[in-house]
């Protein structure tokens, strides 16, 4: 018992030092949890449905940039929450993308710009997994941050589709956005690829290096064992 009560003690403590169990986690937390309650809304009937995803969709929004706030301002930033962000953020946009191409407030020419968003997203994933192995972050550049805000600004307003008032075009607005920001995204990956690639191309010397040492080890030690 004592055992199992040390495991959770440690199993709420980041690795860095601090509590997973602060605000800004919690918030993250909640981001993901309100993925499932998103994707839900798209089957409520008539306007009731866009109104409701839309308005999950900005509280998920909301509390993106509440997690950030409070772990600069509260001194608690953790590697649980550098892990968890970027994950309930992708979440979030693949969630909204899928489901805009479902319900056909994403079509024809369109879908290639939802593609562009998500492989930058897969990519960018995959960088960043490797390169916290090799103990190097790459910061998120301003523009970077715009694409983000464009992104969802647009996102939004395809949620909102024909249930937003006559006056607004809200699919336009929400079509054109998501092609700006697919075409900001084609650039910012590239430089995520280009910072990726030269840390990359640093590490495959290095390991060749570490390999033939340990190989050369092995032979010596075999040398002298005869």
Not at 8 to 18: F, L, T
Not at 203 to 216: F, I, L
Request: a positive charge; proline letters at 4%.
């Amino acid at each position: 018992m004592m055992a199992r009560e040390a495991y959770a003690d440690k199993s709420m403590h980041d690795p860095s030092g601090g509590s997973t169990l602060t605000l800004p986690n919690l918030l993250t937390l909640a981001r993901i949890f309100l993925v499932p309650a998103f994707v839900a809304a798209f089957y409520l009937d008539g306007a009731l449905g866009h109104w409701v995803a839309l308005a999950l969709f900005v509280t998920a929004g909301v509390t993106d940039v509440l997690d950030g706030y409070f772990a600069r301002s509260r001194g608690q930033q953790s590697e649980f929450g550098r892990a968890l962000d970027p994950i309930a953020d992708k979440l979030l946009v693949a969630a909204a993308i899928l489901m805009l191409a479902a319900f056909d407030r994403i079509t024809g020419w369109t879908v290639l710009a939802a593609v562009v968003i998500l492989c930058r997203e897969f990519l960018v994933s995959g960088l960043r997994e490797f390169l916290s192995k090799v103990q190097v972050r790459v910061p998120v550049t301003r523009l970077a941050k715009w694409k983000t805000m464009l992104q969802m600004v647009a996102i939004g307003f395809l949620i909102a589709g024909d249930a937003a008032p006559a006056a607004i075009p809200a699919a336009t607005i929400g079509t054109y956005g998501l092609w700006i920001a697919a075409l900001i995204t084609l650039y910012t990956g590239y430089d995520y690829f280009r910072a990726g690639y030269r840390h990359m191309s640093r590490e495959a010397p290095s390991r060749t290096r570490g390999n033939a040492a340990a190989q050369a080890e092995r032979t010596s030690s075999a040398d002298t064992a005869r």
